[in-house]
Structure formats: C-alpha cells, structure tokens
C-alpha cells in the first residue's frame, strides 16, 4: 500500500507562491493520473490539477494559468507550483489518484492565504 505524505504549505499573503510536495512510499510511476485535491473551509473536497505518467496535465478553471502540477517518477513525488495566490485558494491540499483511492488520503498540508 503506498502512503503518501503532503508538505510545504504555510501562511502566504495574496498574490505569493508556495510549492507543495507529495512524497509516496513506493511507486507511483504506475499510478495515473496522480492529482491534487483540496478542501475550503465550510466546502466539499475538489480536484486541483493531474497529471498522468507521461506528463498530460489537467486543471480547474480557478487555477488554471497559476497552479502548475509536475512529477518526478523517479523520485515518486508529485509537485504543484502555485503562483499569484488568492484568498479563495485558502484550504487544505491533499494528493491521491485520479479517481481517488480511499486508503491513500494522508494528513494534507494547509495553506492559507491571507494579508
């Protein structure tokens, strides 16, 4: 069973970058598409972005042309770059597959955009 683990977020003032990592336990190099989720407060989870082994990429209209998502297979980690940050991006980020596997859910990583 892969366990992913999410890092990198923090407290970033609009209009900021972070860059989220997900580091798996084994291989994820068969896993495709890997993707980003996140919950806003008061706000069921959504999809952010995926990407497939090969590198095809998909996103939500709310992040398109700021969020870029990338994975490094050989490393089994999987990246999203977010730049030009807006309140409304405020929430928990969380990777897993596409579609979702219940037992790869891991703690998430919060990232709160706020002046």
């Known amino acids: 069973q892969v366990r992913l683990v999410e890092s990198g977020g923090g407290l970033v003032q609009p209009g900021g970058s972070l860059r989220l990592s997900c580091a798996a336990s084994?291989?994820?190099?068969?896993?495709?598409?890997m993707a980003w989720y996140r919950r806003a407060p008061g706000k069921q989870r959504e999809l952010v972005a995926d990407?497939?082994?090969?590198?095809?990429?998909n996103y939500a209209d709310s992040v398109q042309g700021r969020f870029t998502i990338s994975r490094d297979n050989a490393k089994n980690t999987v990246y999203l770059q977010m730049n030009s940050l807006k309140p409304e991006d405020t929430a928990v980020y969380y990777c897993?597959?596409?579609?979702?596997?219940?037992?790869?859910w891991g703690q998430g990583t919060q990232v709160t955009v706020s002046s």
């Open positions: 897993n597959a596409r579609p979702a596997r219940v037992g790869f």
């Open positions: 084994g291989s994820i190099f068969s896993i495709s598409p």
């Open positions: 990407i497939t082994s090969g590198g095809s990429t």
